[in-house]
């Protein structure tokens, strides 16, 4: 349909139409917010469908959204080499986002068109785009979606109010069982909640949806206490039953973490909902909280802001990142801020048998995929740019003779063309040199147990040697190199063959055939683990690994289209496992 006054040909909006290019742009922004907000919409009935395959297909199918509705928009747009046209296409469309309520999410989507009118430009400033300074302010009108319960002295009948009220269309199976779970398990944790008190809930209206569970988020007021609130649903076949109850900080932050795929919940005005979770998890950048509700492109967009902000206040070097170097990737980190900058290199040793173009395909496989809390998330930048000034010699000595195609380094500015960015870990190499043996017990079962939970979601890590895996501030043991990574259902797993006598086992080369896709079990204990002792306490809750059995009988479930229970919280705190529901497995 042709606008009056429009200068269009064949649907393509001539740049030199101000307002004619911002309503396309807003308009295509309408399109995909509708688009995702149907398929989160979707989430409650597969839930209470049980339909766990197309809760899977529905994740990755939202995260290509934005790329998707993005190059739509673009195609309609004519280029220019007049950049300073879009001064006036950014008025034009900050007049039109003002009164929407995620007018925040729609300045990230003109960036991106910006961007992609011309991907080399140098000009991405406030002049041009929204890069430090938003145009668009939350209206008035825009309210925040959650409910208060109380207060009362009565906390069960207030956790009954609130879970009765989240619209479910599949019963409960005992709620009063789980209530009364739920109460004694705070009563004996929380010892205000040993007295009378007058409490007051503070709950989230929409439910968050992730994997198999479904979250019912919020606070509890007792006086002048807070505490965030978290309940865990899950699906029992016919009924829904609550897993537990969480109510600290560090709780939360692993259920909101950067390892985790993306909740769906459905939200009109995003900062609203952020502003609300930032005050329950205040040691979550704001950043990394849109991008757990899926808004991973305008999480992107603040972690740029916060990241500029940063290096224009902190003194110190962009410097090589500790452990050992990688053979594909050019790492490296700025000590003040807790992230990696990861640089595809140009050449890899024979010993790796992928291309650069297999390495990024990697990287946007764990995006889309389910990262069970054991895949860091990444951010991918193209032509980003630094000042030359914060970058160590050593940094842009390895940056250029190994990444030489990507990096152009000017006299004030270092432009990486293409780069990733990921959470800093300490890397468990490392972790478990320094560890006292407390900590070495702890952090080996739960390499372990990385490892499992990776390949119960279908993944196989390819390289799992220490180096490969870093450490979180919550000691979770996380993966983080992804240029080996395939899907578990593609790997051979196969037992050594019988040598035919001491000549065999002696040869330098091995008495059987190898092809690319196998894998022997059985070699892990040998490689894994710098020392004896180490291997010892890992076989002590994980020897099953090393057992061609192992593997065959998950690749089977796999293959059975059966999707398995993965945790953001520990065995211990599961209502259903501790009352032996065989049913359920870590």
């Keep these: 349909m042709q606008r009056a006054g429009a200068q269009i040909c064949q649907n393509v909006w001539m740049i030199k139409d101000i307002t004619g290019v911002a309503t396309a742009i807003l308009e295509g922004f309408a399109g995909y917010r509708r688009t995702f907000r149907e398929v989160t919409n979707g989430a ?3 839930f209470e469908r049980a339909d766990w395959t197309a809760v899977q297909a529905a994740s990755s199918e939202r995260i290509g959204l934005y790329r998707t509705h993005t190059d739509r928009i673009a195609a309609q747009i004519q280029t220019t080499d007049n950049i300073h046209v879009w001064s006036e296409i950014r008025s034009a469309y900050t007049a039109l986002i003002s009164t929407h309520r995620d007018g925040d999410l729609a300045e990230t989507v003109f960036n991106t068109i910006y961007r992609k009118m011309d991907p080399m430009t140098g000009s991405m400033s406030d002049q041009f785009a929204f890069v430090n300074t938003p145009g668009w302010q939350v209206p008035a009108t825009a309210k925040l979606p959650v409910t208060g319960f109380g207060p009362s002295p009565n906390i069960g009948l207030l956790l009954r109010e609130v879970l009765t009220s989240r619209g479910f269309n599949v019963p409960w199976q005992n709620l009063d069982r789980d209530i009364e779970l739920m109460l004694s398990v705070m009563k004996s944790s929380i010892p205000l909640l040993r007295n009378p008190q007058h409490i007051r809930l503070e709950i989230l209206d929409p439910v968050f949806f ?33 897993d537990t109850i969480l109510w600290n900080e560090d709780d939360l932050s692993v259920i909101f973490s950067f390892t985790r795929s993306y909740f769906m919940v459905d939200v009109e005005c995003p900062a609203r909902m952020i502003a609300f979770l930032a005050e329950l998890l205040p040691q979550k950048r704001i950043w990394e909280l849109y991008t757990s509700l899926g808004f991973f492109k305008h999480g992107k967009t603040l972690f740029y802001h916060g990241l500029t902000d940063h290096l224009q206040t902190a003194p110190d070097e962009f410097r090589v990142a500790e452990g050992i170097k990688g053979l594909v990737m050019c790492v490296f980190t700025l000590p003040s801020y807790q992230v990696v900058f990861k640089v595809i290199r140009e ?28 895949m860091a998330d990444t951010q991918e930048f193209i032509n980003l740019r630094f000042p030359r000034s914060r970058f160590s010699d050593a940094v842009l000595e390895e940056l250029i003779s190994t990444c030489g195609a990507s990096v152009d380094v000017a006299e ?14 300490t890397p468990l190499n490392l972790y478990v040199q320094r560890a006292s043996e407390f900590e070495l017990e702890q952090v080996l079962e739960d390499y372990g147990r990385a490892i499992k939970q990776l390949a119960a979601a279908n993944i196989f890590p390819g390289d799992m040697l220490m180096k490969n895996f870093g450490v979180t501030r919550h000691r979770r043991v996380v993966f983080y190199d992804y240029d080996e ?3 578990l259902t593609d790997v051979n797993f196969r037992e050594i063959p019988l040598a035919a006598g001491d000549q065999e086992m002696m040869a ?9 896709w196998d894998v022997f079990p059985e070699e892990f204990g040998r490689f894994l683990f710098p020392s004896e002792h180490m291997k010892l306490l890992f076989c002590e809750h994980h020897e099953d690994l090393f057992s061609v059995g192992f593997w065959q009988e998950l ?11 993965v945790y953001p919280y520990g065995q211990k705190r599961s209502f259903r496992r501790n009352l032996g529901d065989s049913q359920q497995t870590e």
């Design 555 to 565: 690749q089977q479930r796999i293959r059975g289209n059966e999707v398995l229970d």
């Design 44 to 46: 409650q009935d597969r």
């Design 210 to 242: 992730r994997n198999k569970g479904a979250y019912v988020i919020g606070r509890m007021e007792i006086g002048e206490h807070q505490f965030p609130v978290a309940i865990p649903i899950q699906h029992a076949g016919d009924s829904l039953y609550v």
């Design 508 to 516: 330098a080369e091995p008495w059987y055939e190898v092809d690319p």
């Design 412 to 425: 004030d500015e270092v432009t990486i063309a293409h780069l990733y960015t990921e959470r800093l870990m």
């Design 485 to 487: 990574i395939c899907y």
């Design 347 to 374: 050449r890899f040793p024979s010993s790796k048998r992928v291309t650069p173009e297999q390495v990024k395909q990697a990287y946007y496989l764990v995006k889309t995929h389910d990262r069970v809390g054991r």
